[in-house]
């Protein structure tokens, strides 16, 4: 599914490139290209910035499992 419609990048891509470290908009923005469209983010920062913030929260509960 497209997340930047403007840019036609993927949540697959995004998910990708948080994978890889990049995990915030702004450095989504210079890596991929996010919110550079034509319409400068208005439709896509507040999805991108919920997948970097649910991406965040499931790094942290994987480190607070308990070792098994």
Do not use: W
């Not at 990048?9 to 034509?38: D, P």
């Not at 919920?50 to 790094?59: A, G, V």
């Amino acid at each position: 599914k497209k997340v930047c419609i403007c840019r036609n990048v993927k949540a697959s891509t995004i998910m990708t490139a948080l994978r890889q470290g990049t995990l915030s908009f702004e450095a989504l923005r210079r890596k991929i290209g996010v919110g550079t469209g034509n319409c400068k983010a208005k439709r896509c920062r507040i999805p991108i910035e919920k997948r970097i913030k649910d991406y965040k929260n499931s790094l942290k509960d994987e480190l607070e499992k308990p070792a098994v």
